[in-house]
């Protein structure tokens, strides 16, 4: 019982000592910058990529380069990661808006003020997977019947 407290007790400890960090809009700009300049840390293609010693140093970089007070490399590769989910996410919304034969005032406009931004470098990486429908067409049904 007492380790079942005292594991509850350091658990409930670790939890309030982790800090999140609030990324401002302006902070956000200026990652995108920073990792534009910082291919190992984004282009799954590259063999830096792969290098954690590389990435772990492009991290630190981006962490002094930021200057922002009490930042880590956690907070840093957190963000990217956040930011490859989102711009992924948005890119796909993008293409299946394209796909979709819709008009050119049709097409899905993204929400992320970033987006552009991400763009310019994420898209040749990013490829984000499309939902296939599970409904059955029309003309499926009539080659079927």
Same mark, same amino acid.
């Given at each position: 019982?007492?380790?079942?407290?005292?594991?509850? @007790?350091?658990?409930?400890? %670790?939890?309030?000592?982790?800090?999140?960090?609030?990324?401002?809009?302006?902070?956000?700009?200026?990652?995108?910058?920073?990792?534009?300049?910082?291919?190992?840390?984004?282009?799954?293609?590259?063999?830096?990529?792969?290098?954690? %010693?590389?990435?772990?140093?492009?991290?630190?970089?981006?962490?002094?380069? &930021?200057?922002?007070?009490?930042?880590?490399?956690?907070?840093?590769?957190?963000?990217?990661?956040?930011?490859?989910?989102?711009?992924?996410?948005? &890119?796909?919304?993008?293409?299946?808006?394209?796909?979709?034969?819709?008009?050119?005032?049709?097409?899905?406009?993204?929400?992320?003020?970033?987006?552009?931004?991400?763009?310019?470098? @994420?898209?040749?990486?990013?490829?984000?997977?499309?939902? #296939? #429908?599970?409904?059955? #067409?029309?003309? %499926?049904?009539?080659? @079927?019947?």
């Amino acid at each position: 019982m007492c380790l079942v407290l005292l594991i509850w @007790l350091l658990s409930f400890v %670790n939890y309030f000592l982790i800090m999140v960090f609030k990324w401002r809009d302006d902070h956000t700009q200026l990652v995108l910058d920073l990792l534009r300049n910082q291919e190992c840390l984004w282009n799954v293609k590259s063999e830096k990529y792969r290098n954690r %010693n590389i990435r772990d140093k492009a991290l630190e970089e981006m962490v002094k380069e &930021l200057n922002i007070p009490d930042l880590t490399q956690e907070d840093v590769k957190l963000k990217i990661k956040s930011i490859r989910s989102r711009y992924s996410s948005e &890119l796909a919304k993008v293409l299946k808006s394209e796909k979709s034969g819709a008009g050119r005032d049709d097409i899905y406009i993204p929400k992320l003020f970033w987006f552009k931004q991400a763009d310019l470098f @994420l898209r040749s990486v990013c490829t984000p997977r499309l939902s #296939s #429908s599970t409904t059955v #067409s029309k003309q %499926n049904l009539l080659l @079927l019947g």
